[in-house]
């Protein structure tokens, strides 16, 4: 299965990196999402940011979030993965590099969707179910 089936018809979330701390909770509340891919006009991806990256800000910093910009917390290094990258290709990038969040990108490296660890757990719980219920199908059956 590729990940185009995951991501028809999903849209992405983004955010600026000059946007505030406050601004960044808002647009995660809103679009109820763990993480925002980071851009500025014109689609190149930046970097991400998800809530871990705002928890683990925190210590030390809790009485100057507000002077930081979400640029300052992002993670930079973004792994991706194309529409027609295979299930398990998402599912062993995801648990190398401990990851949850993987942009899609097409050929251009152009944003056009993301991939949550929800969204592959999904996909493979259904795959196994489905196995499941052909392999009791065929033992009742047979």
């Given at each position: 299965m590729k990940v185009a089936s995951i991501i028809s018809g999903k849209t992405v979330a983004t955010i600026d990196p000059s946007s505030s701390i406050e601004e960044?909770?808002?647009a995660?509340?809103?679009?109820?999402?763990?993480?925002?891919?980071?851009?500025?006009?014109g689609g190149v991806i930046?970097?991400?940011i998800s809530e871990r990256d705002i928890v683990r800000a925190m210590p030390g910093q809790t009485n100057s979030l507000d002077k930081l910009k979400v640029r300052?917390?992002?993670?930079?290094?973004?792994f991706t993965c194309t529409s027609e990258s295979s299930i398990t290709e998402l599912m062993h990038l995801m648990s190398t590099n401990r990851i949850r969040h993987v942009p899609v990108v097409d050929q251009n490296s152009k944003l056009i969707s993301i991939v949550s660890i929800g969204d592959v757990?999904?996909?493979?719980?259904?795959?196994?179910?489905?196995?499941?219920?052909?392999?009791?199908?065929?033992?009742?059956?047979?």
């Open positions: 960044l909770v808002e995660l509340k809103q679009h109820n999402v763990g993480a925002l891919v980071v851009t500025r006009e930046e970097g991400i300052d917390l992002m993670s930079t290094r973004v757990m999904k996909i493979y719980v259904d795959e196994l179910t489905n196995d499941r219920n052909a392999l009791q199908g065929y033992i009742v059956g047979g």
